[in-house]
């Protein structure tokens, strides 16, 4: 089959791409513009009170937990769409050029989430590489997301070159996979390192940070390659149909196995240790939203990729790619909040437990951070043409 069958070069070539693509493109402009408002005007009047953190220990809150997921899901998105690239799986090229796009729109959302929540974000641009603090996680952390930063903004610009191809561009995706990886890595150790939250320190949590991006960069794949044509598999472009007819599904079944082992794992563990630090394991357990995360949005996916009857049926995959996206947001939310319930040093002034409910102000960021992400991606969407594969497939 040639390239021809497969390129689609054209933006919103696929049957109503174009209305639907301007219409999230429309829809999302203005609910970002809207929500980011309301979240400046509380942030001007209020600063950082607008956010219900406190100085009893429990300093990320939502805004963190909004960024470390979309971050991680650009980095997970990146692997996909490198996978074609870099090493060689061709098949996986049919969604290259879509997977790094979005890789961008995450990436938008998770910094517009990180520097409306830190005081002064253009301060930490400059102060944290050039403070030299080789022993911190999160100095090289900031490093290495800045080399991912401009390597995906490099590997986007190739494949938006007349008659790109996999020979072309494999240096670049190798680089940048290598940067995406050491992201997910570096992340997974600013909290696997902290040695006074119990609740987070392991050398596993790294591994669990990885297998977490590529599990959250196949799902984005699968349910925003599918909205891009209107959820019906039946107007995918050949190579895509057979790559989520095959290759696909069984990668996506294979990470969420993992995704669900080290969840098995380490909530198993976390129940039974009685190490102080650990006893927040029996108050998530105990929530509703929890039981959700596992049954519904691990589970439940795994059921529906493991069984014939349901891998390569298309709304089956919308659903478990959606149900995973959903879950993968509950269990960053429970393992950052989670791991600051108890304070590292207890006081008179320090509850045993402390508590957290997100503000609205926090509640509106998250808005405009998927408000943000959808807006990017439409625009590719429309206007760039996500479709296109490399020449040489």
């Not at 203005?30 to 009047?45: D, E, H, K, R, Y």
């Not at 998105?77 to 090229?93: C, S």
């Not at 590997?155 to 938006?160: A, F, P």
């Not at 997910?184 to 909290?191: L, N, Q």
Request: charged share 10%; with cysteine.
């Amino acid at each position: 089959m040639t390239a021809d069958v497969h390129r689609s070069t054209a933006p919103g070539a696929a049957p109503g791409g174009q209305a639907l693509s301007t219409l999230i493109l429309a829809v999302s402009a203005i609910g970002f513009v809207v929500t980011v408002g309301l979240v400046l005007s509380a942030l001007a009047g209020d600063g950082h009170r607008a956010f219900n953190t406190n100085n009893d220990g429990l300093f990320w809150g939502l805004p963190i937990v909004t960024y470390d997921f979309f971050l991680l899901t650009s980095t997970g998105l990146a692997v996909t769409a490198t996978i074609g690239l870099a090493l060689g799986v061709k098949e996986f090229a049919a969604v290259s050029k879509r997977c790094l796009w979005l890789a961008l729109a995450g990436l938008a959302g998770g910094v517009l989430s990180l520097f409306l929540e830190l005081g002064q974000p253009l301060r930490a641009l400059w102060a944290i590489p050039f403070s030299f603090q080789f022993a911190s996680p999160l100095y090289w952390k900031v490093l290495c997301v800045g080399a991912y930063v401009v390597l995906l903004l490099l590997t986007i610009l190739r494949t938006l070159q007349p008659g790109w191809s996999v020979r072309a561009i494999r240096p670049l995706a190798i680089a940048l996979m290598i940067a995406a990886l050491g992201v997910s890595m570096i992340a997974g150790s600013v909290f696997g390192m902290m040695v006074m939250r119990p609740f987070w320190f392991g050398g596993e949590i790294p591994v669990a940070f990885h297998i977490e991006s590529v599990l959250g960069g196949l799902a984005f794949a699968v349910f925003f390659t599918y909205l891009a044509h209107g959820f019906d598999q039946d107007r995918l472009p050949a190579g895509v149909r057979a790559l989520f007819r095959d290759r696909l599904p069984f990668a996506f079944t294979l990470v969420i196995s993992l995704h669900a082992m080290f969840v098995a794992a380490r909530t198993v563990s976390g129940l039974w240790s009685n190490a102080d630090g650990l006893q927040v394991w029996q108050h998530i357990a105990a929530s509703p939203l929890f039981h959700l995360e596992i049954w519904v949005g691990v589970a439940l996916p795994l059921y529906l990729m493991i069984a014939p009857g349901t891998r390569s049926n298309g709304r089956m995959q919308i659903l478990a790619a959606l149900l995973v996206m959903v879950s993968l947001f509950v269990a960053r939310y429970d393992f950052i909040i989670g791991g600051q319930l108890i304070p590292p040093f207890k006081g008179s002034w320090a509850p045993s437990m402390l508590s957290y409910v997100p503000a609205a102000t926090e509640w509106l960021l998250l808005l405009a951070a998927i408000f943000l992400a959808n807006l990017v991606n439409a625009f590719g969407e429309r206007f760039v043409g996500l479709d296109d594969v490399p020449a040489d497939t």
